[in-house]
Every structure is written in structure tokens, then in C-alpha cells.
């Protein structure tokens, strides 16, 4: 299918196959297709915006979601928004995304409610988003939708989050201006990831719904402000790891719940597995399935597994991989994904990766490796990888590393668990 374009200084009739022509609003495109993506101008501002009425953007309501991508109308190249492409500032008027979506640097502006990421989505991705929003504005996110790289410019005293169920997972979200009060509310489940709370100078809360439904929170090297409430509900649950002195020191592989959200199936294969010993002698890989809602739009993961480091300095993680397959697998299809602390002064852990730089650059095989693997005689084309990251750790402590998928992958594609630091 075309690439869609969006941009409201296009001069002709629009059809959205071109700059030129391209559609005047973001609902004009063909949302509701099946892996349609579509382009939207860095400066783009929806002719309609600021809206007077709820907008709601309808995307696949099930299979393959649709990507919506800010780029450089000069060579699409991808380039985060310099304008607020839709607008609900100064009414009580919601954004709605239905269906499936991929959003990558787009820039939303909600008065006095939601961003509504209802839970009739397939799944949610937004990544490098920027949300404006006024005294009671909230995101109210599903259990289907995915946070990374995200600002919430929040003024007023409202609601940030309300989680209706089971969130994906949010990493990388940071409040970039002061706040009186902060509420995470919600009676599901949150799982926040290097996210910096520090911008709020009094108190952080979580709370219940006003339904009287509880939920839970799991914060995983987070900036926390000051003060940090929860509750009023007494069984509201609470985690709070690698924060201040919350390090514990353990083995170097351990297993950890999956937050995985969309489409992706991790299990253990004791039948393939890298030849190196560990693990009391025990061979394993974890091997990776997904179906078509995951794309490099719409990427899911591994679950995380946690080591601990005794030294700092500059080190290189390495996970090796493989699959049955003739070609190589790339930096859009498979990667690794890292958080460990840089700085030694704070409880804000970085989250790297060795993804493509961004979801519009040309991708990169991953590099090849000479592992001797267990158990792949059946394959058709064994083709072994490996997936690497540099990095300078400033602190002696725990980090935590998983594979991401961006690929449909029906044959499998294997990981050794026991990551390599060098």
C-alpha cells in the first residue's frame, strides 16, 4: 500500500499521496488500514485544531496497527514535532485512539481530560511523544499501550495517569514542569522504567480510580520527588526497586516477571541453547514468537533479567542470538535493550539500546557471532548473531537487560540469557 502524507500547507486537492496533496488532518488518512503508514509533517497542524468537539482517531481494530511518523517533509527523514498537530486546549473535549497505533514524534495538546487511549485498542506505542496538557488533563492508557521516550507538560493540580487495567510497560516519561500535587491513578497495573518524577518539588501520589478499584505500581529506577504518597486504599501494592540504597546484590542471571504487552510469546527451550556452561551446568535460551500486531512500529520484548554489577567504568554487553533463517536479522527486528546506572549521584537509572537509531533509518545487520549452539541441527539456516551495547557505568549496582522484537516471528528466534560483559 502508499505511504499516507499529512500536512495542512499542501496546495492541492487533497489524496494524501504526496507532499503536495497531502491530507489537511490526521483523521483524513486511511487510519482503519492494516499496516498503512502515514506521514506527518514536523510542522503540521491539523486545519481543524484547536477542536471544539472530542476527536477521535480510528485505527485496525485488530491485526497489523498503523504507524503515524513526524518527519522532515524535505527528505523524511524523522524529525520530532515543532508544532501541536492536534489541539483540545479550552474545553473538556478528549483525544481518542482506537484501534492499533505505532505514534513516533508527535506532539498532542488536551484541555481539562483525557488522552484517551480507550480499551477498545489492539495496541498503543508512543514513543518520543509530547503531551500538553491543562488542570485536569489525564492519559488514561489500557492494558494494550506502550510509553518510551515521553514529555507531559502538566499544569494544575489533575490527574497525569489513569490506568484502566494492565499497562504495558511506560520507560523514558518525565514530567518537565513543576506540579502541586501528581496523581498516578488507576485500579490496574503501571510498570514505570527510568522515568524522572524530580520535576515535582512536593508530592508524587497515587491513588485509587474514585471507583473504589485498586491497582499497583512497580517503579524501576525511577527520579522520585520528595514526597511519595499511595493509597488511601490499604491493599493498594507498591514496588519501588533500584532507587537510592534499594540495590541488593544477587545472582548474575535471575528471571523477572514479563511485562511484555502486545503479541510476543517467551518461553524457555532446553532443547537449544548456547554450548558455554553456567547456570549450574543447566543449557537454556529463552525463544521469541509474535504474531502480526508486532512491527517495528509496534515493537514488544523479552522479559527483563536482572544482574548486578560490581565494577564501573566502560563495559559491553553482549546477548547472543539465533535463528533459522537465510538472512540476517536487523536492528529494526531485533536488538537489545539495557538500563544500568551512568551517573553515580543519582537513582535515575538510562535505558539505552542498539535498536535502529530511529524508526526511519535505513536498519543494519546485526553482527555476526561465532557461538557454538546446542540443539539447531534441525534448522534449515542456523544464523548466529549477536547484539551489543557500550556503555560507562557510573555506579556498582543491579541493571537489567531483554531482547526487543520489532519482526513477526513464527520459527523462533533463541537468546542466551547469559549475558556477557566485557
Keep these: 500500500m502508499a505511504t499516507e502524507y499529512v500536512w495542512h500547507g499542501s496546495g492541492g486537492t487533497p489524496d494524501g499521496l504526496a507532499w503536495a496533496t497531502a491530507w489537511h488532518n490526521i483523521s483524513d488518512a486511511s487510519l482503519s488500514t492494516k499496516g498503512q503508514v502515514v506521514l506527518i509533517a514536523s510542522d503540521h497542524v491539523d486545519a481543524n485544531s484547536p477542536y471544539a468537539a472530542n476527536v477521535t482517531l480510528t485505527g485496525p481494530s485488530s491485526g497489523t496497527p498503523i504507524a503515524m511518523i513526524s518527519v522532515d517533509r524535505a527528505d523524511d527523514s524523522y524529525l520530532n514535532a515543532t508544532e501541536t ?3 483540545t486546549v479550552g474545553g473538556t473535549y478528549d483525544i481518542n485512539f482506537n484501534g492499533g497505533f505505532g505514534v513516533y514524534g508527535l506532539r498532542f495538546a488536551v484541555g481539562d481530560d483525557f488522552i484517551s487511549l480507550a480499551d477498545t485498542n489492539e495496541v498503543v506505542h508512543f514513543e518520543d511523544v509530547k503531551i500538553i496538557g491543562s488542570s485536569g488533563s489525564r492519559v488514561k492508557a489500557p492494558s494494550t499501550t506502550n510509553f518510551r ?14 490506568v484502566a487495567s494492565t499497562l504495558g510497560e511506560i520507560i523514558n516519561y518525565r514530567i518537565t514542569n513543576d506540579q502541586t500535587v501528581t496523581y498516578l491513578t488507576g485500579s ?10 524530580s520535576a515535582i518539588t512536593s508530592n508524587l501520589a497515587l491513588t485509587e480510580d474514585g471507583s473504589g478499584s485498586v491497582g499497583e505500581s512497580f517503579f524501576y ?5 520528595p514526597v511519595f504518597t499511595y493509597g488511601p486504599k490499604s491493599d493498594y501494592n507498591c514496588w519501588i526497586t533500584m532507587n537510592g540504597s534499594d540495590t541488593v546484590a544477587g545472582n548474575d542471571v535471575a528471571r523477572h516477571e514479563s511485562f511484555t504487552y502486545i503479541d510476543v510469546s ?3 527451550s532446553t532443547a537449544v541453547y548456547r554450548s558455554a556452561t553456567y547456570d549450574d551446568s543447566t543449557g537454556y535460551s529463552f525463544v521469541l514468537d509474535a504474531g502480526a500486531r508486532v512491527t517495528k512500529y509496534t515493537p514488544d520484548s523479552s522479559e527483563w533479567i536482572n544482574g548486578y ?10 546477548v547472543h542470538i539465533v535463528s533459522d533463517s537465510a538472512i540476517n536479522l536487523q536492528d529494526d527486528e531485533v536488538w537489545l535493550e539495557l538500563e544500568y546506572y551512568a ?6 537509572t538510562t535505558f539505552v539500546t542498539d535498536r535502529t537509531v530511529d524508526v526511519m533509518a535505513t536498519p543494519a545487520d546485526q553482527p555476526a557471532s561465532t557461538e557454538t549452539w546446542t540443539g539447531t541441527g534441525g534448522f534449515s539456516n542456523e544464523n548466529k548473531q549477536k547484539l551489543e551495547i557500550t556503555a560507562t557505568v557510573g555506579r556498582v549496582g543491579p541493571f537489567r537487560f531483554r531482547v526487543g ?13 547469559k549475558i556477557e560483559i566485557s
Design 188 to 197: 490496574g497495573s503501571a510498570n514505570w522504567s527510568s522515568c524522572d518524577f
Design 405 to 417: 522484537l520489532g519482526m513477526q516471528s513464527t520459527s523462533g528466534t533463541y537468546f542466551c540469557p
Design 85 to 87: 498537530c492536534i489541539s
Design 149 to 162: 521516550n515521553m514529555d507531559h507538560a502538566h499544569t494544575g493540580t489533575g490527574g497525569v495517569f489513569t
Design 221 to 225: 529506577g525511577c527520579a522520585l520527588p
Design 266 to 268: 517467551t518461553s524457555v
Design 309 to 318: 554489577l560490581g565494577t564501573t567504568g566502560s563495559k559491553t554487553f553482549t
Design 343 to 348: 551517573d553515580p549521584a543519582k537513582t535515575l
